[in-house]
């Protein structure tokens, strides 16, 4: 089983700025969307952006939309996550995980009991 890096989180006032980076090997990138969700203690996982570099699609859910986006770097073999105009509620554990099924689109909703792989997780708090 391949686990994914995730990297990237930190301490930002609201308004400000922050990037996530989700590492994957090769063949999962090309083969398998990657989603980013975020967990909150207490809460249910919540998936919020979705790419799929086999079909050339991105889904975000509507808590993000507009704020943040998703994409692969190519030449270092990671899925960023652009987040901007970060509100205190953003803040939670973020993770990354592979669609289960490989050449597919991102499923929608993206519900956490269809990703593999996770990772670690990286904290981000949004806090003044």
């Known amino acids: 089983q391949v686990q994914l890096v995730e990297s990237g989180g930190g301490l930002v006032q609201p308004g400000g700025s922050l990037t996530l980076s989700c590492a994957a090997p090769?063949?999962?990138?090309?083969?398998?969307?990657i989603a980013w969700f975020r967990q909150v203690p207490g809460k249910q996982r919540e998936g919020i952006a979705c790419i799929s570099s086999t079909i050339g699609n991105s889904y975000y859910a509507a808590s993000v939309k507009g704020r943040f986006a998703i994409s692969v770097d190519n030449s270092k073999d990671t899925v960023l996550l652009q987040m901007n105009n970060l509100k205190p509620e953003d803040t939670a554990v973020y993770l990354c995980?592979?669609?289960?099924?490989?050449?597919?689109?991102?499923?929608?909703?993206?519900?956490?009991?269809?990703?593999?792989?996770w990772g670690q997780g990286t904290q981000v708090t949004v806090s003044s």
């Open positions: 090769r063949f999962t990138l090309d083969d398998y969307a």
């Open positions: 995980a592979r669609y289960y099924y490989s050449d597919y689109d991102c499923p929608v909703p993206m519900r956490a009991g269809v990703f593999e792989d």
